[in-house]
C-alpha cells in the first residue's frame, strides 16, 4: 500500500508568497495546490476584498474555517491558507492535524515591498504601509512562530529558492518521521 504522504500548509503574512511558493512546492513534489483565498473567492464570485467590503470580515472568516475544512479533507496536498487563518486557534488545530506548517517569514519593509500596487487587502488601505504590516506582525508574529514545524526567512530569497528551502525541510522532516 502506497503512504500518503504528509500535507504542507503554508503561512505567513500577506505578500510572503505562500500561493507562488506553494505552487512551486507542490509541482516539484508531483502534488495538489490550493489555495483556501482562492477556494474562498471561486465560491462567492467576489475578492477577499469585496467579500470584506460587503459581507465584513466575520463572514469571511467563517467561510476561511469552511475552505480550510474542505482543503485538508485531501490527505497529501500543499496548502496555503490565507493570512490570518492561523489567528484562530480551530484553524491552527485543524491544519496541525492535517500535516506539516512552513511559516514564511519576512521583515515589514520587505513584506510592503512585495506589496507595492496591490489594492485589494482590506487590511492595508492606509497610507503607511510599513506601520501597518509592523503593527500587524506583532500581533501575528507570535502566532506565525508557534503555528509553524519551521520559519523560513524569506527576505533575500527568490520565489524559486524558498521552495527549495521548503523542500529542503520537508525531506528531512519525512525521513526523520519515517525513521522512528
Request: overall charge positive; hydrophobic content about 45%.
Amino acid at each position: 500500500m502506497r503512504q500518503i504522504l504528509p500535507t504542507i500548509v503554508v503561512i505567513g503574512f500577506m505578500g510572503a508568497g505562500k500561493t507562488s511558493v506553494g505552487r512551486l512546492v507542490a509541482r516539484a513534489l508531483g502534488r495538489e495546490f490550493v489555495d483556501t483565498d482562492q477556494m474562498i473567492e471561486r465560491a462567492t464570485r467576489m475578492t477577499i476584498g469585496e467579500l470584506f467590503q460587503r459581507e465584513g470580515e466575520l463572514s469571511f472568516r467563517r467561510r476561511e474555517i469552511a475552505a480550510i475544512d474542505r482543503a485538508i479533507a485531501v490527505p497529501g496536498r500543499v496548502i496555503a491558507v490565507g493570512g490570518g487563518a492561523v489567528l484562530s486557534a480551530e484553524n491552527r488545530t485543524a491544519l496541525k492535524q492535517a500535516g506539516l506548517l512552513v511559516y514564511l517569514r519576512a521583515t515589514p519593509e520587505t513584506l510592503a515591498g512585495r506589496l507595492t500596487g496591490v489594492t485589494d487587502r482590506p487590511l492595508l488601505n492606509t497610507g503607511d504601509r510599513v506601520g501597518r504590516i509592523r503593527d500587524l506582525l506583532v500581533a501575528r508574529g507570535p502566532i506565525y512562530e508557534t503555528a509553524g514545524d519551521v520559519a523560513i526567512d524569506t527576505d533575500r530569497l527568490t520565489l524559486e529558492q524558498t521552495a527549495v528551502e521548503v523542500l529542503e525541510w520537508y525531506r528531512r522532516r519525512v525521513g526523520a518521521m519515517a525513521g522512528r
